[in-house]
Structure formats: C-alpha cells, structure tokens
C-alpha cells in the first residue's frame, strides 16, 4: 500500500522521537487494518474489530473519532476487495487524512 510506503520512508528521515512512535503505530495500525479486512467476511464484523486497536491512549478517546474512523474502516475493506485499485486507494489516503488530523486534534488536546 502507497500509504504505509509513505509513512515508512517518513519515519526514516524522522527526527522527533515523539513523531517517529506515532508513525511506527501509524504503520502498526494500517498493517493490522489490512490483516483485519482479510480476516473478516463482512463489513460491520471488521468496523467492530478495527474501532478500538489504540487510536488513542488505551482506547479512551478513540469513541471521539468515529465519525473520521469508521469512512476509515469502510476505505480499507473497500480497498481490499477492489483487488487494490487506485481510485480505492486515493479514497483510502482520502480517509486517513481526514482521521490523521482529527485524531492529531484530540491527542494534542489531551497534551
């Protein structure tokens, strides 16, 4: 996937010791996501299991980005069941943008 590509080859030139843990647990998370998708026959099963893998702290916050987590959930299952298109990937980075900066939004609240 672009996307993890992308975020590996940040988090080799990443300086910040704090940036470069998010962008091993961004890639973790994306990893497990596509694992997930493939393990799971339908859609709601797997919007259940990827909701709470540690978005936030412990999970406590992660209920605050379900309105950016759950087009997240439905990209990646589309994803991998469009044979990896690239218009079902665009929609996946798409996707992740948007929960990428409400997510940053919260966890810098938190701070």
């Known amino acids: 996937m672009n996307l993890i590509e992308e975020l590996e080859s940040q988090l080799a030139g990443e300086e910040s010791v704090f940036r470069a843990q998010l962008l091993r647990e961004d890639v973790a998370h994306l990893r497990r996501l596509t694992e997930m998708a493939d393990e799971h026959d339908d859609r709601d099963g797997f919007r259940k299991a990827g909701a709470y893998i540690g ?57």
């Open 55 to 111: 978005w936030t702290s412990g999970d406590m916050r992660t209920h605050e980005l379900m309105e950016q987590l759950n087009p997240l959930l439905d990209a990646m299952w589309d994803w991998r069941r469009s044979d990896r298109m690239p218009k079902a990937e665009q929609a996946l980075r798409a996707a992740w943008d948007r929960f990428h900066i409400e997510r940053m939004r919260i966890l810098l609240h938190c701070l």
